[in-house]
């Protein structure tokens, strides 16, 4: 083999291994995407239907003076189940709360360590309060019990879409973890800063500018 052929075998590798992860990356995009999209199909669905509930339920009120008496149970069903939807779409979003006051100060690998370190403990988080919510439907089911309502709904049924709601933020939050530890092991910081680092200023105004431009009918930038 020349000399030139075995040169160029390095660039090579590099070029195939840059290939594979971005044919990588973009499978992973197609993924969030749909689970987004399905999380979001979910979420106005519930809120459509609760908005119709509402709407009759005002209607009967007005014009015959007559009450479904199920409309704030409803709501609070929809609310609970609702928050859970959205617990993991601002995962996908980077929406969630963080206090990063100083986040930007640091050095770049004290805030990949930080950045590592919110994700994982979301993750913990989310399989904690998977437990309790799972602890909750065993004692609702030993005992029984029913919502203090005209209706009495066996508490049984929301509460077990409230926990699947749940399970589904644990199962996203520890999938976003993972990938978070993979890409400390390798070492790179590089992504973890671009893609779990809290959102800036400008980041959530160029979202905000391609939705208006969206909405307008035209091409985000």
């Known amino acids: 083999m020349s000399t030139a052929s075995s040169n160029n075998l390095p660039r090579i590798s590099e070029a195939g291994s840059r290939e594979s992860e971005e044919s990588g990356r973009a499978a992973s995009k197609r ?14 669905v519930i809120f459509f ?42 995962i996908m979003g980077r929406a969630h709360i963080r206090v990063d006051v100083f986040h930007e100060r640091l050095p770049k690998s004290w805030q990949a360590v930080l950045n590592l370190l919110s994700i994982v403990s979301l993750a913990a988080f989310g399989i904690f309060i998977c437990w309790l919510a799972f602890q909750v439907l065993v004692d609702t089911l030993n005992y029984g019990s029913t919502a203090p309502t005209p ?16 399970i589904a933020f644990a199962l996203v939050a520890g999938g976003y973890s993972l990938q ?6 390798n070492g790179r910081t590089d992504r973890l800063l671009t893609d779990f680092s809290p959102k800036s ?7 905000e500018l391609d939705d208006l431009v969206l909405r307008q009918g035209g091409e985000a930038s």
């Open 49 to 90: 239907g609760l908005s119709v509930v509402v709407s009759v339920e005002t209607l009967s009120r007005k014009l015959f003076n007559f009450s479904l008496q199920g409309a704030d149970e409803l709501g609070g069903y929809a609310l609970a189940l609702g928050s859970t939807l959205a617990f993991s779409l601002a």
């Open 180 to 185: 978070a530890i993979r890409l400390f092991l």
């Open 31 to 44: 993924l969030k995407e749909g689970i987004e999209s399905a999380l979001a199909l979910v979420f106005g």
């Open 151 to 166: 209706w009495a709904t066996p508490l049984a049924y929301p509460q077990s879409l409230w926990l699947a709601g749940l």
């Open 201 to 207: 200023a400008k980041e959530e105004l160029k979202e």
